[in-house]
């Protein structure tokens, strides 16, 4: 094995368990630092002859803080991050403990990118597995409709691959089924002409104003826009970091973020009218290299503190929702992050059926999540609370529609309502590919498909 186990009181191990998301301390009673596939296969056998309970860590974002288990093995894919470029064969291929932006920096000297999220400190595996959605959703659809093959160690060891000519159940099953069937050490891409510079919109405006702005926004988002742009609308709090002036810190806001994938001028045209929805207090649009677009927030979400992150689609903003939305946010509570974010989905993530990836919630025009980041065990009751609550309230307000959602914004508050959200009709064939893959379900700590 030409990576090393670690056990508690080294620094490799005490750098491994410390996480994005600081409300989960677990122990492991080891963690392998693996360097290559091989180190892969020969961990999750030696997890197998000892039965350990298995988890593994690529970037340690996971938002149920599913990276790390307690008192079993943790298998840590950190040295695995090799990315290589494909010019001619417009791909990339990354091993499985590749951040997003060890993929973005390479690709971007080529002036290509495949689509990937909106925090770069987050690990390809597990944005992939769960789906992938992010500032080209619109144009190039989500991570996983760009995921062309995967190379996987399976519950017993072996390693095998799956693209669209071998295994092809398995990998219609990681498009979007998570980390159910298999430790997945390196995904291939599909690549697009991509920047280097676009045009983003940042443009925050008072949330005394914020029902109007969400009002026309809406209008705007649903009648004017190409599938050129992804936008989305934040109601936030400021936070206190160096990327906002001083005097706007602590202040509740409605910010408008929104990027175009095509030419910087033909973006700034488009999406002009998104810089004048209301009165602005901050505003930073402009062109920006899609690198620099990738990072913009990293610095809003630090490692450490403690999140809570949930979500549900619609497909429709309803009056009712506007209002609840700002009326709930200028009473509550924030601490460090206080984020509700509005995507507007929808352009080439609803033009792929339902039933050609695992992940099925594609039906909606937008996806409401609520993202709360703060200090002190001691608030843990108030802000989940809060955010369980306004979920509730939001559901309330679409009582025809069964719930949808994205299982990478999903706390693991209810496995098997989280489940049936993303997959829908897709669970069952998910779980005859489970019982192929790994019949006696090692793979567990997860948003857990039964076999």
């Known amino acids: 094995m030409k990576g090393s186990l670690f056990f508690p009181g080294s620094q490799e191990y005490e750098s491994s368990v410390r996480i994005w998301n600081g409300m989960f301390q677990k122990k492991p009673a080891a963690i392998a630092y693996c360097k290559e596939t091989a180190d892969v296969a020969k961990a999750v056998k030696l997890a197998r002859r000892h039965g350990l309970l298995t988890s593994v860590r690529s970037g340690g974002h996971h938002v149920a803080g599913n990276s790390l288990c307690d008192g079993g093995l943790t298998i840590d894919l950190t040295y695995m991050n090799k990315v290589s470029v494909n010019q001619e064969k417009m791909s990339v291929k990354a091993q499985g403990g590749a951040l997003l932006e060890d993929v973005d920096r390479l690709t971007q000297l080529y002036g290509l990118a495949t689509p990937f999220g909106v925090v770069s400190k987050t690990g ?37 691959h799956a693209d669209e ?4 159940d398995l990998l219609w099953a990681v498009k979007g089924g998570g980390g159910n069937f298999g430790i997945v050490t390196e995904f291939e ?3 697009h002409s991509v920047g280097p510079m676009l045009y983003q919109v940042y443009t925050a405006y008072p949330l005394s104003e914020g029902i109007g702005v969400l009002k026309r926004g809406r209008k705007f988002l649903a009648d004017e826009v190409s599938d050129d742009v992804s936008a989305e609308f934040q109601l936030a709090k400021i936070p206190d970091t160096r990327f906002y002036p001083m005097e706007m810190r602590g202040e509740r806001v409605v910010v408008m973020r929104a990027v175009h994938a095509g030419p910087v001028k033909k973006g700034k045209e488009e999406m002009e009218f ?15 290299s899609y690198v620099d677009i ?7 979400v630090p490692n450490g503190i403690r999140y809570y992150s949930t979500g549900i689609m619609v497909q429709e903003l309803k009056d009712e929702l506007l209002e ?25 993530i609803s033009r792929v059926e339902s039933s050609e990836t695992a992940y099925a919630a594609r039906d909606n025009q937008y996806m409401i999540v609520i993202d709360l980041g703060w200090s002190g065990k001691e608030n843990d009751r108030q802000q989940i609370g809060w ?23 999903q706390p693991g508050d209810n496995d098997k309502l989280e489940i049936s959200a993303a997959y829908g009709k897709n669970s069952g064939r998910l779980s005859e590919i489970k019982r192929k893959y790994d019949p006696d379900n090692f793979f567990r700590v997860n948003h857990n498909i039964k076999p």
């Open 124 to 160: 390809i595996a597990g944005l992939t597995l769960g789906g992938g959605y992010g500032h080209l959703r619109r144009k190039y659809g989500l991570t996983i409709d760009n995921l062309l093959s995967v190379e996987l160690v399976k519950a017993d060891g072996s390693v095998t």
């Open 387 to 409: 955010g369980r609550g306004l979920k509730k309230k939001i559901r309330d307000l679409y009582p025809e529609k069964e719930e949808t959602g994205y299982i990478n914004f």
């Open 294 to 300: 990738q990072t913009y927030t990293d610095n809003t």
């Open 165 to 168: 000519t071998q295994n092809q």
């Open 274 to 288: 998104l810089r004048h929805l209301g009165t602005s207090l901050y505003d930073s649009s402009g062109p920006r």
């Open 324 to 348: 609840l939305m700002v009326e709930e946010y200028s009473k509550v509570d924030l601490d460090e992050v206080g984020v509700t974010g509005i995507w507007h989905t929808g352009g080439a």
């Open 189 to 191: 891409y599909k690549l």
